[in-house]
Nanobody
């Protein structure tokens, strides 16, 4: 099975930026990011397929950029213009036939916390 390890989370002020990384132990067709804040449902953030095509959730489109290095089996999430409402635990997920629904993914990382202050 594929193991995923996220890194890059932390505390940042509103308007700032962070870059998250997701290192995978193997290759899958889809790699994605989800997030979940306390008391809120899990939310789709972005997905990228092996061909390099990205797709974003409405709440982050235009501010976040997902990318992928297939040689390293690593996905990245560049987060710019961060807002307090972006505060959440961010999870990397990987799968085969998968898009913007969490139950489509086979593998999950443990998450990395992103906190955005006012």
């Amino acid at each position: 099975q594929v193991q995923l390890v996220e890194s890059g989370g932390g505390l940042v002020q509103g308007g700032g930026s962070l870059r998250l990384s997701c290192a995978a132990s193997g290759r899958t067709f889809a790699m994605s990011w989800f997030r979940q804040a306390p008391g809120k449902e899990r939310e789709f953030v972005a997905v990228i397929w092996t061909g390099g095509k990205p797709y974003y959730g409405d709440s982050v489109n235009g501010r976040f950029t997902i990318s992928r290095d297939n040689t390293k089996n690593t996905a990245y999430l560049q987060m710019n213009s961060l807002k307090p409402e972006d505060t959440a635990a961010y999870y990397c997920a990987a799968g085969w036939i998968a898009g913007d629904r969490a139950n489509e993914y086979d593998y999950w990382g443990r998450g990395t916390q992103v906190t955005v202050s006012s």
